[in-house]
């Protein structure tokens, strides 16, 4: 006789298939929950902390600048190691990329346990320049969650502040990501990374 699962057996087997299939949407619906829209208007300065190794942002932001889209920029690191700041790398680049030296500033920022604890340190240098325009500049994958904390920091300070990413970063990114390991290490490590934000008053 063959043998059957009983009800029990079978609601559980039920549940079992329909979080199975919830988390695979999820998950392949990364890209549409973690990146915005991106935009790019003209401001008065750029913030760029777009530092990462699959990353050519940098010429991306040279060109800005030599298109009048941005009059300066500002590279923006949290420390490394001990008095090392990428922000300074950052910098070097750019201007061996041809852009004037007295137009690309540094803010070093203290490690903290997530990024909303450094943005108000952010905005605080944005007012002190006497800035009311500027430009984010971030990983695509963390452009949604970017965006609802420059709301709240920036446009809370009176300053209007534009999230965005290299566009050909988003496109590199998003191309069969799912099969390529850093490509999904980076969507699952921002995923849960804006997931346990939000677990934390101080981190949203």
């Known amino acids: 006789m063959k043998w059957l699962p009983g009800k029990r057996a079978r609601r559980s087997l039920t549940g079992l298939a329909v979080i199975v299939a919830v988390c695979l949407i999820v998950f392949f619906s990364l890209p549409r929950l973690l990146i915005a829209p991106s935009h790019i208007v003209p401001a008065e300065a750029i913030l760029h902390y777009a530092i990462d190794p699959h990353s050519d942002a940098d010429a991306w932001v040279a060109g800005l600048y030599r298109q ?105 990114l998003t191309d069969h990501w799912w099969a390529v390991h850093w490509k999904a290490q980076t969507m699952v490590d921002a995923a849960a990374t804006t997931t346990l934000d939000l677990a934390y008053p101080e981190c949203w």
């Open 68 to 172: 009048g889209l941005v009059k300066k920029i500002v590279c923006v690191s949290r420390q490394a190691s001990w008095e090392l700041y990428p922000a300074d790398f950052v910098r070097r680049h750019l201007i061996e990329l041809g852009v004037p030296a007295d137009d690309v500033l540094t803010l070093h920022l203290p490690m903290v346990d997530c990024m909303a604890q450094n943005l108000p340190r952010m905005v605080e240098f944005v007012k002190s320049q006497g800035w009311q325009n500027v430009v984010l500049l971030g990983r695509p994958a963390d452009s949604r969650a970017d965006g609802r904390l420059a709301k709240k920091y920036f446009a809370g300070a009176g300053v209007n502040a534009v999230v965005t990413y290299v566009p050909q970063e988003a496109r590199e």
